[in-house]
């Protein structure tokens, strides 16, 4: 008997669509669950399987060989329309699968036990099953075991859809920051054009080529994380003509990179670290406009260090200070650094500030 579309079919198969899980490549997490699931219950057949339109689709099987059966034979295309698990003793008794041929010719499928797998909107979307060619009943604990072995599969499927919907919040929320950054720039761009004051005609092309500076980092950290690994050194020359719109023009910016690649969360850190120290030697070192920064990273994947130092006017104090993290843009550099096993080090002899941060292999 072939089985019938649930009552809110529709509805059902947007729900599994929308996780994005069919027609995925094998994972260890989900056949490590089908190998538990057979061996616990003491079975040679074990599925994670998904009823879409016109075919049952296995994500994990143990003993099949197969990864999709047409719907007309599908067994948890019925067991989808009953309750939260379904044990059948002996298939060929349940007028159902009496007929299907996967059950009536030998070797067939004599008996089955599912736990239905649910989407967060309560409707069935496949099952978590065990069969074997003999009729038999499950213990109470095999029963448990495939109760329990479900709930991780779509506690790991839920999972996933949240990380991917946070992805796409952030994608969003990056459009929308550039989109402002972008709309400022140009805003204080059109305010420098209508004024007759050069003095507030300067101030405001230098903000607004900050801005600019500013929307351009932002690309770059957004663009990282679509890469597997990253050149640094081809990196920091990118945006090294960004950063220089930090400081003022009687400063000089410098930039030393080892060239080696790394993840897209080095990258993005490290180029954070520059920025925010940057930042910090205008504000508070480079005093009178004029100096030197210098940054210089070095090392591979695994052990690196960045050091960075500006010639302005920091004392062993200033140095103490940004130790204890006082300032944001220092609990900002510090929290990077432990978020990539790294110690960060201030120091200043008097003839400016020093910060390194180091991280070595265990």
Same mark, same amino acid.
């Given at each position: 008997?072939?089985?019938? @579309?649930?009552?809110?079919?529709? *509805?059902?198969?947007?729900?599994? +669509?929308?996780?994005?899980?069919?027609?995925?490549?094998?994972?260890?997490?989900?056949?490590?669950? !089908?190998?538990?699931?057979?061996?616990?219950? *003491?079975?040679?057949?074990? /599925?994670?399987?998904?009823?879409?339109?016109?075919?049952?689709?296995?994500?994990?099987?143990?003993?099949?060989?197969?990864?999709?059966?047409?719907?007309?034979?599908?067994?948890?295309?019925?067991?989808?329309?009953?309750?939260? %698990?379904? *044990?059948?003793?002996?298939?060929?008794?349940?007028?159902?699968?009496?007929?299907?041929?996967?059950?009536?010719?030998?070797?067939?499928?004599?008996?089955?036990?599912?736990?239905?797998?649910?989407?967060?909107?309560?409707?069935?979307?496949?099952?978590?099953?065990?069969?074997?060619?003999?009729?038999?009943?499950?213990?109470? +604990?095999?029963?448990?075991?495939?109760?329990?072995?479900?709930?991780?599969?779509?506690?790991?499927?839920? =999972?996933?859809?949240?990380? *991917?919907?946070? +992805?796409? =919040?952030?994608?969003? !929320?990056?459009? &929308?920051?550039?989109?402002?950054?972008?709309?400022?720039?140009?805003?204080?761009?059109?305010?420098?054009?209508?004024?007759?004051?050069?003095? @507030?005609?300067?101030?405001?092309?230098?903000?607004?080529?900050?801005?600019?500076?500013?929307?351009? @980092?932002?690309?770059?950290?957004?663009?990282?994380?679509?890469?597997?690994?990253?050149?640094?050194?081809?990196?920091?020359?990118?945006?090294?003509?960004? =950063?220089?719109?930090?400081?003022?023009?009687?400063?000089?910016?410098? #930039?030393?990179?080892?060239? %080696?690649? $790394?993840?897209?969360?080095?990258?993005?850190?490290?180029?954070?670290?520059?920025?925010?120290? /940057?930042?910090?030697?205008?504000?508070?070192?480079?005093?009178?406009?004029?100096?030197?920064?210098? #940054?210089?990273?070095?090392?591979?994947?695994?052990?690196?260090?960045?050091?960075? +130092?500006?010639?302005?006017? $920091?004392?062993?104090?200033? $140095?103490? &200070?940004?130790?204890?993290?006082?300032?944001?843009?220092?609990?900002?550099?510090?929290?990077?650094?432990?978020?990539?096993?790294?110690? $960060?080090?201030?120091?200043?002899?008097?003839?400016?500030?020093?910060?390194? /941060?180091?991280?070595?292999?265990?």
């Amino acid at each position: 008997m072939k089985p019938s @579309l649930h009552p809110q079919e529709e *509805e059902r198969l947007k729900e599994l +669509r929308r996780y994005g899980i069919l027609d995925t490549e094998r994972e260890a997490n989900f056949d490590e669950l !089908v190998e538990i699931a057979s061996d616990i219950c *003491e079975v040679p057949v074990s /599925v994670v399987n998904f009823i879409d339109a016109g075919r049952q689709w296995f994500k994990a099987e143990v003993g099949l060989g197969v990864r999709s059966t047409p719907i007309e034979t599908s067994l948890c295309g019925h067991v989808i329309l009953q309750g939260d %698990f379904v *044990e059948i003793p002996d298939t060929l008794l349940d007028e159902r699968m009496a007929d299907n041929p996967l059950c009536s010719t030998e070797p067939g499928f004599r008996f089955y036990a599912g736990a239905v797998l649910k989407g967060a909107n309560g409707l069935p979307l496949g099952t978590l099953c065990v069969l074997d060619h003999k009729p038999r009943t499950l213990t109470d +604990r095999q029963r448990k075991v495939l109760r329990v072995l479900s709930k991780h599969v779509m506690t790991e499927l839920n =999972l996933r859809l949240a990380l *991917e919907q946070e +992805r796409m =919040l952030r994608k969003e !929320v990056d459009h &929308r920051v550039k989109n402002s950054l972008v709309s400022i720039g140009a805003m204080l761009s059109m305010k420098a054009r209508r004024t007759s004051n050069e003095a @507030l005609k300067l101030e405001l092309d230098d903000a607004s080529t900050r801005i600019r500076s500013l929307s351009s @980092l932002h690309a770059e950290l957004h663009e990282l994380e679509a890469g597997d690994r990253i050149d640094l050194n081809a990196l920091f020359m990118r945006v090294q003509n960004d =950063l220089r719109y930090l400081i003022p023009e009687t400063a000089k910016l410098s #930039i030393d990179v080892q060239a %080696f690649e $790394a993840t897209p969360h080095l990258a993005n850190a490290l180029l954070l670290i520059v920025n925010e120290f /940057v930042s910090n030697s205008v504000k508070h070192g480079l005093n009178d406009h004029e100096g030197e920064i210098t #940054i210089h990273i070095e090392g591979a994947a695994n052990s690196w260090s960045i050091t960075c +130092r500006d010639n302005g006017s $920091a004392t062993a104090s200033d $140095a103490e &200070r940004a130790m204890s993290q006082s300032g944001l843009g220092t609990r900002v550099i510090h929290s990077l650094a432990n978020s990539l096993d790294a110690t $960060a080090h201030w120091s200043s002899a008097g003839k400016g500030m020093e910060l390194k /941060v180091t991280q070595q292999s265990g």
